[in-house]
């Protein structure tokens, strides 16, 4: 069973009843997020059960949304790989460094998490049409898992974004509607169908769910890391559901009982060419202000602005944390030598989580012996135009 209990908004803590088809606070138009019975699940629900489950992120179903589990829809997402580096950490000279490695979910990444979760959740609540505005995977997952539930998607993605992005979409079922503009003006124009025609709207934070499949990657750290948590996490951040929802699944599991008070930094990595999250954490600002021009091979870091901006920059300081901005360049080196020391062809934002962590390890931001964790969030596969 669901320990689901009711929605609160993340900024002003308006109370809304779960049953419902929500998007936004309608008070402060901030983001939902999903709470839950913790007193009655801590009584039943161990982590010891978790030893014979399937290896998916449905393992964790009590701190899920989906209330029955026949609209529970899966194609394998979850409990990916945890690697403990050997010649990369011997290349770079630093021991305990491991990789998170997304990009073996379906549809290549890490937002299957997600979107399988808001689309299951949409499923359970009768939505019959869902719509996004993308730069690429968040459309794709969405499209698959729509199709699983056999409802009619529509995308809106940047026209400049790769092509295997939208053939992925194409394939899945999804109607592709290409924008001459940035992510932001694919959202425009997609909150005009969504307004016209009632679909569900499943944008990074603008509903409640994506962010409780994204927080199972807590949940999986912690678990394969026998409970303990690491000293770092850096995590490449663009919308950054991601950190937010492993921030809140830190404590969760705490509440539960399975995890103490200690706690990773977390830190962001954003692209020189869009690093609104990185400028505000400089500033010491609660919210970030929308980055102008924004331009980065790295099309999941092309984000110019962020729904969840101040819980981002809430999870950064809270943890003692920091934002690091690399270059293309660097990001793209930092995918290479993980490539060649590895054997995984990450994605160029998986790459930008190496050269943070270089930043980091020069300025002794990060000391040995630490143990350090690299989420590396996509495969390369669909970035091919970036190896010619």
Known sequence: MSYFSHLECGYCDEIY?????????TKCGKPLLAHYDID???????????KDREETLWRYKEMLPVQDEKFRLSLGEGFTPLIKTER???NIGFENLFIKEEGVN???????????MAISRAYELGVKEVSIPS???????????????GMKSFVFMPKDVPQPFISECKALGAEVTLIDGLITDCGKIAKEGVEKFGRFDVSTLKEPYRIEGKKTMGYEVAEQMNW???????????GGTGLIGMWKAFDEM???????SKRPRMVTVQSTGCAPMVRAFNENTEFAEPWQNAKTVADGLRVPAAVGDFLILRALRESNGTAVQVTDEELMEGANLIGRTEGIFVSPEGGASLSAFK??????????????ILFNTGSGHKYMHLWK
């Open 40 to 50: 009655s699940a801590k009584s039943d629900f161990e982590k010891e059960s978790l």
């Open 106 to 116: 379906p549809t290549n990444s890490f937002k299957a998490r997600g979107l399988c």
């Open 135 to 149: 730069a690429g995977n968040a459309a794709g997952a969405m499209s698959a898992y729509a199709s699983l539930a």
């Open 17 to 25: 009843e779960k049953n419902k088809i929500w998007n936004l606070c």
């Open 228 to 238: 303990e948590l690491p000293d770092v996490i850096i995590y490449p951040t663009g």
């Open 254 to 260: 705490e509440k539960l009982g399975w995890i103490n």
């Open 88 to 90: 990369l950490s011997k």
């Open 359 to 372: 930043k980091l390890r020069e300025q002794n931001w990060i000391i040995e012996g630490e143990k350090v």
